[in-house]
């Protein structure tokens, strides 16, 4: 996913929602990740042993679905994102089951622009909602994201 159109600072407004896309939770999707950071705990990958537990199935990995969330944050911002300064505050509330069907919110705090600079900080709040449409996740990230440039004289 690329953004059509670069998200500029003087674009962005506290309050606004930003377009993120949901994604499905795939089974490809968590065995690659586990395989990719040997994160095999069985609860992830053993369908048997995930029968057993409080969730009777597998889960995705937390961090996998964060990971997965930000990445999707280029294809918002385009080339005006310069890089990501933080992620803080973010809360497991519930699971995000593999198969599931994920929604994602993602709401301006607010934003700091450096005077005189090229560039300013956005902070964003990003909700994940699984599969049943509850709240999986709660985050937040800020960004360093570019003004536009000068239209060129003529």
Not at 70 to 83: H, I, K, N, R, T
């Amino acid at each position: 996913m690329h953004a059509s159109q670069p998200l500029w600072l003087g674009d962005i407004r506290p309050g606004m929602r930003l377009p993120l896309p949901g994604f499905d939770c795939s089974a490809e999707l968590v065995a690659g990740y586990a395989e990719l950071l040997d994160a095999k705990h069985p609860i992830h990958t053993d369908p048997e042993f995930a029968r057993g537990t409080r969730y009777g199935r597998l889960i995705a990995h937390g961090p996998l679905v964060i990971a997965k969330v930000l990445a999707m944050l280029g294809g918002v911002f385009g080339p005006a994102l310069q890089v990501m300064l933080d992620v803080g505050e973010w809360r497991f509330y519930g699971p995000v089951f593999v198969g599931d069907a994920v929604k994602v919110e993602c709401f301006v705090i607010d934003l700091s622009p450096a005077k005189g600079n090229s560039a300013g900080a956005v902070r964003l709040e990003i909700r994940v909602l699984g599969g049943d449409g509850a709240l999986a996740q709660r985050g937040t990230a800020s960004l360093l994201v570019s003004r536009a440039p000068a239209a060129p004289s003529a």
